[in-house]
T-cell receptor
Framework: TQLLEQSPQFLSIQEGENLTVYCNSSSVFSSLQWYRQEPGEGPVLLVT?????EVKKLKRLTFQFGDARKDSSLHITAAQTGDTGLYLCAGQSSNYKLTFGKGTLLTVNP | NAGVTQTPKFQVLKTGQSMTLQCAQDMNHEYMSWYRQDPGMGLRLIHY???????DQGEVPNGYNVSRSTTEDFPLRLLSAAPSQTSVYFC??????????????FGQGTRLTVV
């Protein structure tokens, strides 16, 4: 079983602060994705990274894929209350199976 | 374009009852999967399929059956419901290989309670 460990599990910060969420595994993934989930909804894709060392930026969000394609991080700059939600990382293995981490529940307080 | 359609949205079952959760996609995706989401557990893979006629077990397959007779449909069957199967279930579909321009699409979820 390929495990994805996410940390921290819970994060509560003030609006305007920066934060980083981590996703680590002992396994290599062909691609890694970050999703955001709102209560009562299914996960929605934020980004896919496929190349070791890749860095992608989406406005205030920066995603990095580790050189060995085993880990990833999500950094949010100047968090806003609208960033509140459950952030999930998911890795696709060579047999196409998509495995999720347990998620990081982010609360941004005004 | 409906995407991934999952029914029902809510369901209450008595222990021992059986039922089928329906999942259909209209994007011609090869890969379909079922997850359950419990508090603090993230999404755990129950079963997945890489094409019609092909299914495989995920992390938590016990108590669930699946079949994939067509590309579009991937129903999940609970054989004899147990309280431990109380959860939110999500169906997802994607192209076989996820890349920079592809993603997994999720249904709206089924909130199942077994009493």
């Amino acid at each position: 079983t390929q495990l994805l460990e996410q940390s921290p599990q819970f994060l509560s910060i003030q609006e305007g602060e920066n934060l980083t969420v981590y996703c680590n595994s002992s396994s290599v993934f062909s691609s890694l994705q970050w999703y955001r989930q709102e209560p009562g909804e299914g996960p929605v894709l934020l980004v896919t990274v496929v190349t070791g060392g890749e860095v992608k930026k989406l406005k205030r969000l920066t995603f990095q894929f580790g050189d060995a394609r085993k880990d990833s991080s999500l950094h949010i700059t100047a968090a806003q209350t609208g960033d509140t939600g459950l952030y999930l990382c998911a890795g696709q293995s060579s047999n196409y199976k998509l495995t999720f981490g347990k998620g990081t529940l982010l609360t941004v307080n005004p | 374009n409906a995407g991934v359609t999952q029914t029902p949205k809510f369901q209450v079952l008595k222990t021992g009852q059986s039922m089928t959760l329906q999942c259909a996609q209209d994007m011609n995706h090869e890969y379909m999967s079922w997850y359950r989401q419990d508090p603090g557990m993230g999404l755990r893979l129950i079963h997945y399929s890489v094409g019609a006629g092909i299914t495989d077990q995920g992390e938590v397959p016990n108590g669930y059956n699946v079949s994939r007779s067509t590309t579009e449909d991937f129903p999940l069957r609970l054989l004899s419901a147990a309280p431990s199967q109380t959860s939110v279930y999500f169906c997802a579909s994607s192209y076989l290989k996820i890349g920079p321009n592809t993603e997994a699409f999720f249904g709206q979820g089924t909130r199942l309670t077994v009493v």
